[in-house]
């Protein structure tokens, strides 16, 4: 199995940001899948779930300014950042809720003006 997260760049705080996650390998549509980041010089944190059905968690830093989708027909899963603050910079990366996949390269998000 393979993530592919992407979307990641430069962006401004207060602007917005979709990030995508491409799995291949095994079909994604009975899993609930989640976002994760790493800070430099922290560990990685869960970001936001969403189940199978489409119900959808988030952490407490996020909650109101990321929204995570998915497709199944295409095996992605997004996370629309809107709002970012500088303290949201990270690789964020892509996985089941269980952590069942090995991890992928991530995704640079950098927050700045």
């Known amino acids: 199995v393979q993530l592919q997260a992407s979307g990641g760049g430069l962006v401004q705080p207060g602007g917005s940001l979709r990030l995508s996650c491409a799995v291949s390998g095994s079909e994604i549509s009975t899993t609930s899948m989640a976002w994760y980041r790493q800070a430099p010089g922290k560990q990685r944190d869960w970001v936001a779930t969403?189940?199978?059905?489409?119900?959808?968690n988030y952490g407490d830093s996020v909650k109101g300014r990321f929204t995570i989708s998915r497709d199944n027909a295409k095996n992605r899963v997004y996370l629309q950042m809107n709002t970012p603050k500088p303290e949201d910079t990270a690789i964020y990366y892509c996985n089941t809720n269980d952590l069942s996949f090995s991890w992928g390269q991530g995704t640079q998000v950098t927050v700045s003006s």
């Open positions: 969403i189940s199978s059905s489409g119900i959808t």
